[in-house]
């Protein structure tokens, strides 16, 4: 899996996984841009840019801001080849028919709304560029409701759904299209939040990062449109 001379986005850069899957294209040779909310989310996680490693802060709610967040990869590194689409969020909730409008919209936003603001700055990119890979995080809960859950489940399971959509569209341009459903991700947060579980039995940011590189890589070039799921050993 050699990324040299490719251009690589990850957005979510600064999180848990972003960080992760940025470390593990950047010791394979890509040339990368970073994309988070905030430029010191970057610095304390990454240090410096250099010649091979961008920043670049957007809203990923503002399509604006994505466009022009993208369009610095494309004035240095001159085409895009992969996006990594790692930014997203959980959040328990009450019953479905208790759940207010604002808990919709926070999640519809976070893990939906944000791929489909990062695709449509990126895709025709990768149409004249010739092809690339997208690689979403979906949820591996997503695959049936959950009670508590269902607004989150709803929307990664829309991931999934718009994989399926972008992937049957985007193959005749040589894009594949694909996701991840990673269980409980081995995290900090996770860690804090759940102290009687056993975090071993949890996914390593690392080890979901080996996989979306894998997606990322000309060795998928014949996959299309799957959900694969990365359940350790939950």
């Known amino acids: 899996m050699d990324f040299t001379n490719r251009t690589v986005i990850v957005t979510g850069a600064a999180g848990n996984l972003g960080q992760a899957v940025a470390k593990a294209f950047a010791d394979r040779g890509a040339n990368l841009l970073l994309l988070a909310r905030r430029r010191e989310q970057l610095e304390k996680a990454f240090g410096t840019e250099s010649p091979q490693r961008l920043f670049a802060t957007a809203d990923l709610l503002d399509q604006d801001q994505v466009k022009a967040a993208i369009q610095k990869a ?48 990126v895709v025709p990119r990768m149409i004249e560029g010739g092809g690339g890979k997208i690689v979403s995080v979906g949820a591996n809960a997503a695959q049936r409701g959950v009670a508590h859950m269902g607004t989150y489940c709803a929307t990664k399971a829309v991931v999934s759904r718009l994989t399926e959509a972008m992937a049957a569209e985007l193959r005749e341009h040589n894009i594949n299209v694909n996701c991840v459903l990673p269980s409980i991700i081995d995290t900090p947060e996770n860690r804090a939040a759940m102290p009687s579980a056993d975090p071993t039995r949890w996914v390593a940011p690392d080890a979901l990062a080996e996989v979306i590189l894998f997606l990322a890589s000309d060795g998928a070039r014949a996959i299309h449109g799957a959900s694969l799921p990365v359940t350790g050993l939950s």
Do not use: K, Y
Request: with cysteine; glycine share 8%; charged share 25%.
């Open 74 to 121: 494309v004035d240095q590194f001159g085409r895009i080849d992969v996006l990594c689409n790692t930014a997203g969020g959980f959040r328990m909730g009450p019953s479905v028919h208790e759940t207010p409008d604002q808990d919709w919209d926070f999640l519809f936003d976070i893990n939906t709304r944000s791929l489909l603001h990062a695709v449509r700055a």
